[in-house]
């Protein structure tokens, strides 16, 4: 069985909203990585992308720092937040190259090329490399049942949730009819935008 060397994430909670450090670790493991919980409002108020499409593509490589990254490309159908563009690529920390050398990080979601999402993401850093916001809180899935229905899912992988009160791991899904998903994030880019109209979108 293959050993992954993972990505340790250490939090900081500033200023109300996570900072997180990514730094290379020795062995695999399967521990979590811990975050601030965050309502879906509250995540997008700290996301600087929020965009609903369908993964189409992804590219594993690695940078002059030896990081391992995926480019997720994704086919937008809709732009809550950030500049309306019709394919995103989103590179995110870990993956798997095809030496078969690979990394993971605890508590990022996990992406799948043809399946659909919604995804809310934070600033890049200047090696260009972004974060879900809230980690695995910051991707729902969509899933469409035989009938049309559509449904948002959004999974606790490996990570666990820090409130002003406790630890706990997230380990439920957080499910909930996709109309409700879009008109929630339709309602917080109206407020954002009409909180800082010179932010624009």
């Not at 499409?53 to 995926?70: F, K, L, M, N």
């Not at 690979?102 to 659909?116: A, H």
């Not at 090696?127 to 910051?138: I, V, W, Y």
């Not at 899904?173 to 994030?185: G, I, T």
């Given at each position: 069985m293959r050993r992954f060397p993972?990505?340790?994430?250490?939090?900081?909670?500033?200023?109300?909203?996570?900072?997180?450090?990514?730094?290379?670790?020795?062995?695999?493991?399967?521990?979590?990585?811990t975050v601030l919980q965050m309502t879906l409002e509250e995540a997008f108020e700290r996301s600087e992308?929020?965009?609903e499409?369908?993964?189409?593509?992804?590219?594993?490589?690695?940078?002059?720092?030896?990081?391992?990254?995926?480019?997720?490309?994704v086919a937008v159908n809709r732009t809550f937040w950030g500049t309306e563009e019709a394919q995103r690529t989103i590179r995110l920390p870990g993956g798997v190259l095809a030496s078969g050398k690979?990394?993971?990080?605890?508590?990022?979601?996990?992406?799948?090329?043809?399946?659909?999402v919604v995804l809310l993401i934070g600033a890049a850093s200047p090696?260009?490399?972004?974060?879900?916001?809230?980690?695995?809180?910051?991707k729902y899935r969509i899933v469409t049942s035989t009938d049309g229905e559509r449904t948002a899912i959004r999974t606790g992988e490996h990570v666990s949730l820090v409130t002003a009160r406790r630890t706990r791991a997230a380990n439920g899904?957080?499910?909930?009819?996709?109309?409700?998903?879009?008109?929630?994030?339709e309602a917080r880019a109206q407020a954002r935008l009409a909180a800082a109209p010179a932010e624009g979108r």
């Open positions: 993972v990505f340790a994430i250490a939090v900081g909670l500033t200023a109300g909203f996570v900072a997180s450090a990514l730094s290379p670790a020795l062995r695999g493991s399967s521990e979590a990585g992308l929020v965009v499409g369908t993964v189409v593509a992804s590219v594993c490589g690695q940078d002059v720092r030896g990081v391992i990254y995926t480019d997720w490309t690979g990394m993971v990080v605890p508590g990022m979601p996990r992406l799948s090329v043809g399946e659909d090696e260009g490399m972004q974060l879900p916001t809230g980690l695995s809180q910051g899904l957080d499910m909930m009819p996709f109309p409700d998903l879009v008109a929630r994030l």
